[in-house]
């Protein structure tokens, strides 16, 4: 498709140009992307899924002047989204977007397409006025950093992100006693981590180490664990994910902690000022300052 600068049609939202049951109708789509996705989509996925499921016009993909590094469609959308993010029928946590119980009773309760829209377009039009076009710069800019952190992670050599899992684990206080070397990517142990050096604490943590392959599945976790001796703790580091099973299968069990790459970048954060120099080298971050929007 090709992206105008057309103006929007009389009636229209005056910041996005878009008609609130077309808001609606986005959102259908939104929800209906969600409703099979336990393990949630970042704002770009839904996007990207929403206009493969609708033809947009000129005017819902030209830039919008509050705003000209956006399409209409796109601030509508995401404005769309904060604001049942507001009401409680979405969650969004760690970069992805999920339904939430309330949301999935809520859709539950309408009887059509309609009513969908005339509510859904209630709560945007309720948390829309006054919202500054500005906002959407920062959100952008963070979920670009975090798809740029992602894809250089996905990046690294399996050796070269094992070493960064050693990496971390000794910023948070433990004594890494062994690394897989390069070249060894099977077996169900990459890391041998020790609560202390001489090894006189127990327990002792058996790492596995899975990268760039798809989500682990709970039959996947099975074979991890048949790796643990009775008195040993097991980490699983995946850059791919866990499937929604996997992570029911290990909910309570506090033998296993299962650690995605979105949760190591937030721990690598977390502890970075106790990140060795080698380390940060390996894995270079630096903060940026955004105008912060208060509620």
């Not at 859904?120 to 798809?147: G, H, I, K, N, T």
């Not at 074979?223 to 009775?230: K, Q, V």
Request: charged letters at 25%.
């Amino acid at each position: 498709m090709t992206t105008t600068n057309a103006a929007p049609p009389p009636g229209s939202d005056p910041t996005t140009g878009i008609a609130g049951w077309r808001m609606g109708e986005f959102l259908r789509l939104l929800f209906m992307s969600l409703w099979s996705l336990p393990e949630g989509a970042t704002t770009g996925e839904l996007l990207d899924q929403i206009a493969h499921a609708t033809d947009l016009t000129d005017a819902e993909l030209g830039r919008s002047p509050a705003a000209p590094a956006f399409s209409r469609y796109e601030i509508a959308v995401r404005s769309a989204m904060t604001a049942l993010l507001k009401a409680g029928w979405l969650a969004h946590e760690n970069g992805r977007w999920t339904i939430t119980d309330a949301g999935r009773l809520v859709c539950k309760d309408f009887r059509s397409a309609e009513e969908f829209h005339t509510q859904s377009e209630r709560f945007y039009q309720e948390w829309r006025q006054d919202q500054p076009a500005f906002q959407l710069v920062s959100e952008r800019a963070a979920e670009m950093a975090q798809e740029q952190i992602r894809q250089y992670l996905l990046g690294l050599k399996p050796h070269e992100f094992r070493l960064l899992v050693g990496d971390l684990l000794r910023a948070m206080g433990y004594h890494v006693a062994w690394i897989a070397p390069a070249g060894k990517e099977r077996g169900n142990i990459d890391l041998v981590v020790l609560p202390d050096a001489l090894g006189f604490r127990t327990p002792r943590i058996l790492v596995q180490v899975k990268h760039k392959g798809q989500a682990v599945t709970a039959e996947g976790l099975k074979a991890s664990l048949s790796a643990l001796g009775a008195e040993e703790y097991g980490l699983l580091v995946s850059s791919g994910g866990f499937t929604h099973e996997a992570r029911e299968s290990m909910r309570g069990n506090p033998r296993i902690r299962l650690v995605d790459l979105e949760l190591f970048c937030r721990l690598w954060i977390e502890h970075n000022d106790k990140l060795s120099l080698e380390a940060r080298q390996r894995f270079p971050l630096k903060p940026i300052h955004f105008l912060s929007v208060q509620d």
